[in-house]
């Protein structure tokens, strides 16, 4: 290592210090210009317009549904155990074995299925690992709330019947 | 001798009520622009809940400032505490009552010359209280009793008296040109042309015009000089223990400071109340399309005057806010460097070389 230096000569138009300051201002007069006259702007209005992301984001998660809006999830426990930050807390049973129109499928459904949003870290995980491509992380990313109880979804809240990760479609 | 009296106190407290509504009125105004005007170089949106265009919204921070608790830290010193925002607040707006803001109009047969308080000491006047706005910032930073504070009132008071050095060089080497301390008579003398261009002083004088008007950032505690200021160094500044209406009271003096400044500014270097260049033929053709007398034509030259003194030290405003949000900060050792081992030797020698011209060309 060492210190490396990175000081060159200055010429007298730099030293000068003025033209650069006029360079300057005609930079951000532009700006103003484009501002204040055609409204240009890089920023977006946040509440009213909301920032695109693509679909492989990693937002809150939800659980797939079928067509009959009974949800994908199995109870297999795949995606408490790969869980890093141990986030989901299922409880299983089995179905109704004379009432159960998917048969050897769908033996088991989750009777609880919580997840706690504060302490998830959003890695996916769940996702990779689930065997039916029930658990999925949608592109929701406004996931602010009043307080810790209300961070915590349950089955109710998590099951979504969405194709795609985003609400888009 | 009644009626003279009582003409002379309502047109006295006319012309306060224009300097003092204009002035209060405007700094809403650069508010609003300061953070619009800043949002647009930056090309973001800026506000623009409250009101159209966001204009309503130096009207609720002046409701939230009102509305908050009144706070005195408990060992403050509470007579200079609360003195300080007070001399902040006063010593621009008195600076102000010398710049004049045209030359005079007739009124019910009488003149009245458009400036608050006629002196022949005029510039001498606006230097003391010009001088005074070092006040605010020491008592403010010790009487709070806060070490950031302190620390925030020295440097500001270091870099303030530094360049007023500077700042009242520059402003001698006009004086020896105009030969007067009267800012009417400065104005009178900047009449006329040079060349193509108007005789104003900063075409007379570039470099004092120059030197004077960077000395009016660090004057006015404006960046890049605004090293009394540092929200990551000092938390804030002299200002740090102040709140609600204290606070605005520093906040409006920034600005009326800087409304002083421009005007200082446009009296001194760029004719003052003169006319715009190309104004006076509109002048011509508006009184002689509605056949104006002698007394009508003052009049209309006096408000023509107005407009153009108000279009300069609008002009000067904007150029405050433009500087602000191009040029990073100083360094503080660099804005020592450059007050006194730059622009303290550039003005003295523009001193000399100034007196030099002026002898030469007046023998």
Sequence with gaps: MGTINVSKKYTVKERAYLPAILIGMKITMKRFIQGFLFGKHDTILYPEKKRDYSDRFRGMHFISVDKNKTENCTACYLCETICPAECIHIEADERDEDNNPYGVKKEKKPVSFDIDALRCCFCGFCEEACPKDAIKLSTNYELAVSSRDQAIYDLDHLKRDMNGRSEKK | MENTLIFDLSMMMAKILVILAGTLGVVPIMVWFERRGAAWMQR??????????????????????????????????????????????????????????????????????????????????????????????????????????????????SQIVSYEISMGLALLSMLVVYGSFNPHEMVSWQQGTLGFLPRWGAFVNPVGALIFWIAIFAETNRLPFDLAEGESEIVAGYHLEYGGMKFAAFFMAEYVAMIMASGLLATLFFGGYGILPGMSTLIQAIGSHFAFGEVGFQNLKAAFEFISFATKVAFFMFMFVWIRWTLPRFRFDQLMDLGWKILFPISLINLVVVTLGVYYFNS
């Design chain 2, 44 to 157: 973001r949106v800026g506000p623009n809940r409250v009101g159209p265009f966001g204009l309503l919204q130096p009207l609720a921070d002046v409701v939230k400032f009102i509305f908050k608790e009144t706070f005195i830290p408990k060992n403050a010193n509470r007579f200079y505490y609360l003195m300080a925002p007070i001399i902040a607040l006063i010593a621009p707006l008195c600076a102000l009552a010398v710049i004049p803001f045209g030359s005079k109009a007739i009124i019910n047969g009488h003149e009245v010359i458009l400036q608050v308080a006629q002196m022949d000491t005029g510039v001498i006047f606006i230097l003391a209280f010009a001088g005074l706005e070092v006040y605010p910032v020491i008592l403010a930073g010790w009487a709070s009793r806060n070490k950031y504070s302190v620390l925030g009132a020295l440097r500001g008071s």
